[in-house]
């Protein structure tokens, strides 16, 4: 019985490490109009959209702006961020972050998932300047006009359908993405392990039959 009950174990254990190895890499979410999330985000005001990496999925539950337009999604060619359209004297159309409108985006996906690193323009209009900020997921970050990729000593970890925002809070700043690791769902981590100890049993009452008859 402890013997099996090892077995059990090992096979377990190896289920979960198998699915883990091949679902937890870390793939990069391209929010420029070349990337799968770009493209589809572009002039949106919400809704849920493909990021490129299977079964993983990102939703913009609100963007906002003090502008007096109708804020939306802006994908350009090298950077990321929101078009605070509008005939007022406060609307502005840059693919970018604007503090002085406060333009904020608020996200979530649609399983757990940890955030390793995001990057930044460093050329043209949104280029992340030295002494601009960005608020990431309610992480500071601070822009010195030379660095472009920014990796957390503590990824950041989201729950699914937890919200997160992104916005300037100085300056004018343009996203690009962020390097993301899409976290298994447990229930198909139970459902592997309950699927191997149903193979093991399955070829246990064979070998009892294959004894029994012999």
Known sequence: M?????????????LVGLIFEQSASADFIDFTSSGTFGDAVDDQESGTFETGIAG???????ISSTSLGTPNAD??????????????????????FDS?????ITLSF??????????????????????ETFSFAGESIQGDGAT??????????LFANEDFSL???????????MQVTAVPDPSSLTLAVMGGIGILARRRCRCASIVKES
């Open 167 to 177: 916005s300037a809070t100085s300056g004018r700043v343009g996203f690009v993405g």
């Open 100 to 104: 002085s409108l406060n333009e904020a």
């Open 56 to 62: 993983l999925s990102l939703t913009i539950s609100s």
């Open 75 to 96: 994908a350009g060619n090298t950077q990321f961020g929101v078009d605070s359209t509008g005939s007022g004297s406060g609307s502005d159309a840059s693919t970018a």
């Open 2 to 14: 402890t013997k099996n009950l090892l077995i059990v174990c090992m096979l377990g254990s190896f």
């Open 148 to 157: 472009s990729v920014f990796t957390f000593a503590s990824p950041i970890s």
């Open 110 to 131: 649609n399983q757990a998932a940890t955030i390793n690193a995001v990057t930044f323009a460093i050329n043209g209009s949104g280029a992340f300047n030295l002494g």
